[in-house]
């Protein structure tokens, strides 16, 4: 390990958490990148959602602070490096997740200068909220990603854990509150879904 204690101290800190964030280059998900058989990992996917919050920013509901936005879905998977990555239709299955996310964003975020930590851990907290216009915003570029990369891949997912549109409109309605006209997109995708039989 290099000597970041050569650093001047917040040098050092914003190192050890840069060197941290790599590990979430090893956290698989569920969802396949199109037309690849492979796992995605958690940064690909931190990067995609950055990409298309740059790219879909004029359909949110409400006026944001794209610059905000892009921070938080930067570091919204952080705490996959200490819990993995729980699929979505999974979530409800562990009554502890809320509390064990909370603890790894802490411990990670922990690493930088207590300012960026702070920062970082209220950017966590507003996203996994969803009571801002950002927060709902940037839900939205996450959640439709997946809708995206199945309706590519045979369904993949979906297909994969046998699920039915309603299940898929039910459980993503954090789309329509951060941007309807993203929900439009959702809407098609999941029709062509249906129409090729990877959603019941």
């Known amino acids: 390990?290099?000597?970041?204690?050569?650093?001047?101290?917040?040098?050092a800190?914003?190192?050890?958490f840069l060197v941290e964030m790599d590990k979430l280059k090893g956290v698989l998900r569920r969802?396949?990148?199109?037309?690849?058989?492979?796992?995605?990992?958690?940064?690909e996917h931190s990067w995609q959602v950055v990409l298309l919050a740059i790219t879909l920013a004029e359909h949110s509901a409400?006026?944001?602070?794209?610059?905000?936005?892009?921070?938080?879905?930067?570091?919204?998977?952080?705490?996959?490096?200490?819990?993995?990555d729980t699929f979505h239709y999974d979530k409800a299955a562990d009554p502890d997740l809320g509390a064990k996310e909370h603890a790894a964003a802490v411990r990670v975020f922990g690493l930088l200068?207590?300012?960026?930590?702070?920062?970082?851990?209220?950017?966590?907290?507003?996203?996994?909220?969803?009571?801002?216009?950002?927060?709902?915003?940037?839900a939205a570029v996450d959640r439709v990603v997946a809708f995206v990369m199945n309706s590519h891949n045979h369904g993949g997912t979906?297909?994969?854990?046998?699920?039915?549109?309603?299940?898929?409109?039910?459980?993503?309605?954090?789309?329509?509150?951060?941007?309807?006209?993203?929900?439009?997109l959702a809407e098609v995708l999941v029709q062509f879904g249906v129409e090729k039989g990877y959603l019941r």
Do not use: C
């Not at 390990?1 to 040098?11: E, I, S």
């Not at 969802?31 to 940064?43: F, K, L, V």
């Not at 409400?62 to 993995?84: Q, S």
């Open 158 to 184: 979906w297909a994969e854990y046998r699920l039915s549109a309603e299940q898929v409109r039910a459980k993503n309605q954090d789309i329509p509150r951060g941007a309807p006209a993203i929900w439009d």
């Open 1 to 11: 390990m290099p000597n970041f204690d050569a650093l001047p101290p917040r040098l």
């Open 31 to 43: 969802t396949s990148p199109i037309g690849q058989d492979r796992r995605e990992n958690s940064a």
């Open 113 to 138: 200068p207590d300012d960026q930590a702070a920062e970082f851990l209220a950017l966590w907290e507003e996203f996994e909220s969803k009571q801002t216009p950002e927060g709902r915003f940037a």
């Open 13 to 16: 800190h914003q190192a050890r």
């Open 62 to 84: 409400e006026p944001i602070d794209l610059l905000r936005v892009l921070k938080m879905l930067a570091i919204h998977d952080a705490v996959e490096i200490d819990v993995g």
